[in-house]
């Protein structure tokens, strides 16, 4: 009986001595700002990011390991998103983070990101954030000069060619406004006011009647909520009939129910395809994505899913594909994303290359209005 016992304990032995494989998590941090004026930004990414991340480890984890989430809360501040990256990276040894939020965050957190070598995969729109490009820095927003080309290609088929611009006083806002300037000069339009308001303003008509004086064929303001719904109130508080066209950063209902239908009707936006998903052509490649992620989205919280939180969902499948093919290290996370070729998301189809990190073009957006409180395809 004795040497029975000893034949079976030397065989268990190394099973017991060799972890099985995938035991480790692969841990992952994310930067949100669930709290603050960003918040109607950061929550929706957050949800979506403990839902996914819910479901694959539900599933299975990734190549058999299971995910470890780490979500700090950094209440649209720069100063603490750049605190609790490098909590991320030095106390929970995160191995790529998703955010943050906002362009001003992002470009506060790239250093640390950089000489960490963490992948950082930012869910804001400031081109800045990966142009130039940086080694260990991507992100999943369209950058703000497609969407600035989107709308002037919409005005020039309009002959809209003298255009105001009202722009928000942030890194978002000030980011636009080159780009907006830029492509007016490139596309042959003339700018003919450029005015800017700050985020805690609440009311611009200050600005709007200078810009009513100098007789736009087009207004185009560009910032995120609530500014932008005080801008499309205020305008028609005014009684200007000028066109409003609003930038990307407004494409949500929010932005409707803060401005009002009344008040917004008619206003122009490129806008991600989740917006319109349910009227796009069928044999769209991302239709099918865009009405899972929505229906998934609704189930858990009770609501439709956002464009804003589809930038935290690109952001977890551009890490679960780079972990299946090159491992669960920054470096295999890193080289993983940025060869990433023809990957369907809810933001666009993703194409990274050395040369981009974001890898996205013109096609990522589709031209909406606003149209008895919902969203429809602009005419």
């Known amino acids: 009986m004795g040497r029975l016992i000893a034949v079976i304990a030397a065989l268990l032995v190394p099973a017991l001595a060799v972890p099985s494989q995938g035991a480790e998590p692969i841990r992952i941090g994310g930067l949100f700002a669930v709290t603050g004026p960003a918040s109607f930004l950061g929550e929706p990414e957050k949800n979506t990011l403990e839902m996914l991340v819910k479901d694959i480890n539900a599933k299975g984890g990734i190549k058999g390991s299971q995910v470890k989430l780490f979500v700090y809360d950094t209440q649209g501040d720069a100063t603490k998103a750049v605190q609790l990256a490098t909590k991320l990276i030095r106390n929970d040894k995160v191995v790529a983070i998703i955010g943050p939020t906002t362009t001003g965050e992002s470009m506060a957190v790239i250093p640390v990101a950089e000489r960490e070598r963490i992948p950082l995969i930012s869910c804001a729109a400031g081109i800045k954030i990966t142009e130039p490009v940086k080694k260990w820095v991507f992100k999943t927003p369209a950058n703000d000069h497609v969407a600035a080309e989107k709308i002037f290609n919409h005005a020039a088929a309009r002959n809209r060619k003298r255009v105001a611009l009202l722009t928000v006083s942030d890194s978002f806002g000030s980011s636009g406004r080159e780009q907006l300037k830029t492509m007016a000069a490139r596309k042959g339009f003339t700018v003919v006011a450029d005015e800017v308001y700050s985020p805690k303003d609440t009311d611009m008509t200050s600005q709007l009647t200078k810009i009513r004086g100098a007789k736009p064929d087009a207004i185009i303001c560009w910032g995120t909520n609530p500014g932008p719904a005080v801008v499309t109130r205020n305008i028609r508080q005014l009684g200007i009939a000028i066109p409003l066209y609003q930038s990307h950063g407004v494409a949500s209902k929010k932005y409707i129910d803060l401005a009002g239908a009344a008040a917004a009707e008619g206003v122009t936006l490129p806008a991600g395809k989740l917006a319109v998903f349910d009227i796009l052509?069928?044999?769209?490649?991302?239709?099918?994505?865009?009405?899972?992620?929505?229906?998934?989205?609704?189930?858990?919280?009770?609501?439709?899913?956002?464009?804003?939180?589809?930038?935290?969902?690109?952001?977890?499948?551009?890490?679960?594909?780079?972990?299946?093919?090159?491992?669960?290290?920054?470096?295999?996370?890193?080289?993983?994303?940025?060869?990433?070729?023809?990957?369907?998301g809810i933001s666009g189809i993703f194409t990274m290359s050395p040369a981009d990190h974001n890898g996205l073009d013109l096609s990522a957006f589709e031209m909406v209005q606003v149209s008895k409180g919902d969203w429809v395809l602009a005419k």
């Not at 690109?314 to 990957?343: C, S």
């Open 281 to 344: 052509p069928k044999n769209d490649p991302q239709v099918k994505v865009l009405r899972a992620y929505d229906q998934a989205y609704r189930k858990s919280f009770g609501v439709e899913a956002s464009t804003f939180g589809g930038y935290a969902h690109d952001g977890f499948h551009l890490i679960v594909e780079a972990v299946k093919k090159y491992g669960a290290t920054p470096d295999g996370i890193r080289n993983g994303i940025e060869q990433t070729r023809k990957m369907v």
